[in-house]
């Protein structure tokens, strides 16, 4: 069965920067999109942008770029979504998601989520 | 402030009919047909109830149902039961390399 599982929580200063892993089983890694969403405290989802793990290239959203990087291991079919200069209000719990069989944009497999926390 | 606009919350008694809405514009809901609804639970992932406007799933019951008409998508939950209560957010395509969620919605079965 499909699962993804991502890493643990984290608290991070401000300024720093925080690396979510997603480790993906029950598929073929490399035939599917890795997409990165958000969720901060009382807000809505946010999407951050997604990986194609078989080439490497990515899609980030314009509020994410320059300071987001996505990156794959699919020797150990791991997705990676790197974070820089974190601010408060970057505090959210972090998901990872795969995409339908048949879609691209809408996803039938998450994580379980990653809480980051950035202290003001 | 979320690109999809939702109303923040909406609530009905077990049996009845629910409809969430969700407005956007041309360059998402309106131009192209991959608006998604999720039910998000409180500390669960969200789940996948209705995708490609109106198509649902495998697994989801067809007490789910999606529509869209201009900018605007919406969300109806028939036959509301307890377990329906949770928060639900919609999703669209706004071309090729970009997905924007609305800010959800609240749902009450009183």
Redesign the interface.
């Known amino acids: 069965q499909v699962q993804l599982v991502q890493s643990g929580a984290e608290v991070k200063t401000p300024g720093a920067s925080v690396k979510v892993s997603c480790k993906a089983s029950g598929y073929t890694f490399t035939k599917y999109y890795m997409h990165w969403m958000r969720q901060a405290p009382g807000q809505g989802l946010e999407w951050m942008g997604r990986i194609n793990p078989n080439s490497g290239d990515t899609n980030y959203a314009q509020n994410f770029q320059g300071r987001v990087a996505m990156t794959r291991d699919a020797s150990v079919s791991t997705a990676y979504m790197e974070l820089s200069g974190l601010r408060s209000d970057d505090t959210a719990v972090y998901y990872c998601a795969r995409p339908l069989t048949t879609g691209v944009w809408e996803f039938d497999y998450w994580g379980q989520g990653t809480l980051v926390t950035v202290p003001s | 402030q979320?690109a999809l606009t939702q109303p923040p919350s909406a609530s009905g008694s077990p049996g009845q009919s629910v409809t969430v809405s969700c407005t956007g514009t041309s360059s998402d809901v309106g131009g192209y047909n991959?608006v998604?609804w999720?039910q998000?639970p409180p500390g669960k992932?969200?789940k996948?109830l209705i995708?490609?406007v109106s198509k649902r799933?495998s697994g989801v019951p067809d007490r789910f149902s999606g529509s869209k008409s201009g900018n605007t998508a919406s969300l109806t939950v028939s036959g509301l039961q307890a377990e329906d209560e949770a928060d639900y957010?919609c999703?669209?395509?706004a071309g090729s390399?970009?997905?924007?969620?609305?800010?959800?919605t609240k749902l009450t079965v009183l």
């Open positions: 979320s991959c998604s999720y998000h992932a969200p996948l995708y490609e799933p957010y999703s669209s395509c390399n970009n997905l924007v969620f609305g800010g959800g």
